[in-house]
């Protein structure tokens, strides 16, 4: 089993940059595709991110290319997500999540495991 806590959330001015982590628990870390994915009220929660078990693979929504990073520490079970030039549109809970196959996967249903989620709440 994995468990997730997700930090670095916070309030920020459109254009600024947060750096989000989500540390897990358990030996297992590297063996886990981790994502990003945010919920805004009232929305459905969507993908933002991904990044392949050992860290060679990445991928990106639309709205995350060019601004956001995904990268891990396998050694620090860690998972971060760099977030530049933030619009108010990103304003969302962000959750972390472990999903266990290789295969690039960009819905909720596939991940395993879950973080409690961040809040980030970019102001105008």
């Known amino acids: 089993q994995v468990q997730l806590v997700e930090s670095g959330g916070g309030l920020v001015q459109a254009g600024g940059s947060l750096r989000l982590s989500c540390a897990a628990s358990?030996?297992?870390?590297?063996?886990?595709?981790m994502g990003w994915f945010r919920q805004a009220p009232g929305k459905e929660r969507d993908f933002v991110a991904r990044?392949?078990?050992?860290?060679?693979?990445?991928y990106f929504a639309d709205s995350a290319k060019g601004r956001f990073t995904i990268s891990r520490d396998n050694a620090k079970n860690t998972v971060y997500l760099q977030m530049n030039s933030l619009k108010p549109e990103d304003t969302a809970v962000y959750y972390c999540?472990?999903?266990?196959?290789?295969?690039?996967?960009?819905?909720?249903?596939?991940?395993?495991?879950w973080g409690q989620g961040t809040q980030v709440t970019v102001s105008s």
């Open positions: 999540a472990a999903d266990r196959n290789n295969v690039v996967v960009t819905t909720t249903q596939a991940y395993e495991y």
């Open positions: 990044i392949s078990a050992t860290g060679r693979n990445t």
């Open positions: 358990g030996r297992t870390f590297s063996s886990y595709a």
